[in-house]
């Protein structure tokens, strides 16, 4: 164990978030926190009912914990009032590869991006002043603000864990597993730096470029652990383009949508249809063949075809006609029955960043 850290002075801030000791007259802020349904339901560990006492008794051990130099706890605090909005920590493990990351944030100030720039914050002090190999961060599996905001702030999915940590009622349970690496970390800041820079170049962000925030359980097979290869410079596509670059044995979808740049197959999941031949819409492409409709973003079917078939839960849909006429009868076929039996998948993607004027994404590895 390295020797005991003290709280860097002046606090850690980029002037929004700061990240300071918890002191006393925190605790209201922290008990009314996690009487938060949603901060109760993924962190376990939390008391239920959580009282001004439990917050009192927590503020006392992270102060013990940085004079032990065993977990570095920080309040977050709004950088303007200096008011508490949530916690971080950084939590030493046996040696430089076990070492973790825990947070919450407040309700009331959700959906600003204080998560990521908390973790930004920590993992970046955490990494220059302990000799940090491996940093892990965990999280319950349906708990996707707090994934992608591990996954923002450059902390890569690994896997899910099972029966990693231990339900209220102490039953094993699953986990989703994260780290960081220094090198995850100085790519991280660098797609951090080129975003603000993209940002102050063309002014509003919506503008800039930037990757959209797909499911990542639509991430393409074999992508989980294949290298980012550069697929197509930034500056050769433009807001609301698509067009298919072919690499890899691939043939891929590159669109930008409102929502950001994502990379699919180029390939209907009707009947397989080039998809950068149709119409990008929002984030809404058209299929050139039987009207079908695809959200980029979300993966899913806004309009099934004209031809119907399964969608991608296995429900039957009929055939319609974009006249609205009722479709004409046709007698048993087997191409009847192939229609009635094809199934519109979801979208799968391949995950992308952008990297000095690059976009980049993970392809598959495939065979020679
Ligand atoms: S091939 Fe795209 S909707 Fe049929």
């Not at 239920?48 to 706890?73: C, K």
């Not at 899910?160 to 699953?174: F, M, Q």
């Not at 989980?224 to 290869?229: H, S």
């Amino acid at each position: 164990m390295p020797d005991a850290l003290t709280p860097p002075k002046p606090p850690l801030s980029d002037g929004v978030v700061t990240l300071r000791p918890f002191r006393a007259d925190d605790a209201p802020a922290i008990a009314a926190a996690c009487q938060d349904h949603e901060i109760q339901r993924w962190i376990p560990i939390i008391p239920v009912p959580y009282t001004e006492a439990d917050a009192r008794r927590f503020i006392l051990m992270t102060l013990q914990a940085w004079h032990d130099g065993n977990s570095y706890e920080f309040a977050i605090a709004d950088a303007g009032t200096d008011r508490y909005i949530g916690s971080i920590g950084l939590h030493l493990g046996p040696n430089e590869r076990r070492h973790a990351m825990g947070y919450l944030v407040a309700p009331e100030a959700r959906g600003r991006g204080v998560a990521v720039r908390a973790l930004r914050l920590a993992t970046r002090w955490g990494f220059a002043n302990l000799a940090i190999e491996r940093l892990s961060l965990w999280t319950l599996p349906g708990n996707v603000a707090s994934q992608k905001a591990a996954e923002k702030a450059g902390f890569r999915f690994e896997s899910l864990a099972r029966n990693w940590e231990l339900d209220r009622d102490e039953r094993p349970i699953d986990a989703v597993m994260f780290s960081m690496t220094p090198e995850d970390l100085a790519e991280a800041e660098a797609a951090a730096q080129t975003e603000t820079q993209a940002a102050t170049r063309g002014g509003p962000t919506s503008s800039a470029p930037r990757v959209a925030d797909v499911p990542r359980e639509f991430h393409a097979a074999g992508t989980r652990v294949a290298p980012f290869v550069e697929i197509a410079a930034i500056a050769d596509l433009a807001p609301g383009s698509m067009r298919r670059v072919t690499m890899a044995g691939l043939d891929l979808l590159v669109a930008w949508t409102d929502d950001g740049i994502v990379v699919t197959d180029d390939r209907c999941p009707h009947m397989a249809a080039p998809l950068s031949i149709g119409q990008l819409a929002g984030c809404v492409v058209s299929c050139p063949l039987h009207e079908g409709r695809f959200d980029l973003v979300s993966g899913e079917t806004v309009q099934m075809p004209t031809t119907g078939g399964l969608d991608a839960d296995g429900r039957y849909h009929s055939p319609w006609s974009p006249s609205g006429a009722a479709p004409k009868p046709e007698p048993p076929s087997k191409k009847l029955e192939a229609r009635r039996l094809t199934r519109v998948n979801r979208l799968r993607y391949y995950p992308a960043r952008i990297r000095d004027g690059r976009l980049e994404a993970q392809l598959p590895i495939l065979p020679e």
